[in-house]
């Protein structure tokens, strides 16, 4: 059981910045694909950017690419989310995700509990 926990979010203007982290709990972080997806009010889940175990290869949403960038520590057990030039439209409930296999669809075997991010105009 993979128990993951998220931080870092918060009320921010537009354009500014936010980095979120989720710590795990397994020491086998490493064995894990990672992934962060977003939820705004009334609105489906939505994946923003996956990132593959060792940390080499990365996934963006399209409407992050460019902005985002996600990544990893391993020696940490923590995976990134640095977020810059955030927009209104970026918020929502951050949630991230392990997962044996990368992928940027939803099949996730673990998630956690999420973090609310609130951009302002």
């Known amino acids: 059981q993979v128990q993951l926990v998220e931080s870092g979010g918060g009320l921010v203007q537009a354009g500014g910045s936010l980095r979120l982290s989720c710590a795990a709990s397994?020491?086998?972080?490493?064995?894990?694909?990672m992934g962060w997806f977003r939820q705004a009010p009334g609105k489906e889940r939505e994946f923003v950017a996956a990132i593959s175990q060792s940390g080499v290869t990365t996934y963006y949403a399209d409407s992050v690419k460019g902005r985002f960038t996600i990544s990893r520590d391993n020696a940490k057990k923590t995976v990134y989310l640095q977020m810059n030039s955030l927009k209104p439209e970026d918020t929502a409930v951050y949630y991230c995700?392990?997962?044996?296999?990368?992928?940027?669809?939803?099949?996730?075997?673990?998630w956690g509990q999420g973090t609310q991010v609130t951009v302002s105009s």
């Open positions: 397994e020491r086998t972080f490493s064995l894990y694909a």
């Open positions: 995700a392990a997962s044996k296999i990368m992928t940027t669809n939803f099949g996730y075997d673990y």
